[in-house]
């Protein structure tokens, strides 16, 4: 998982151009925040079973 402020001040900028763009190509105010998902894995390559 990235770690980081470095990541965490790009994951920003990033949803901030996503919102922007979106808004912008509406002509109006469609997307306030953003939620990012980060995928987890294990040693394995894979996700731990729920």
């Known amino acids: 998982m990235p770690e980081g402020v ?14 922007v763009t979106a808004n912008e190509s509406a002509d109006r105010t469609v997307v306030c925040a953003l939620t990012i998902f980060v995928q987890l894995e294990c040693r394995e390559g894979r996700l731990p079973d729920d």
């Open 6 to 19: 470095a990541w965490a001040k790009k994951m920003r900028l990033e949803q901030a151009c996503i919102i």
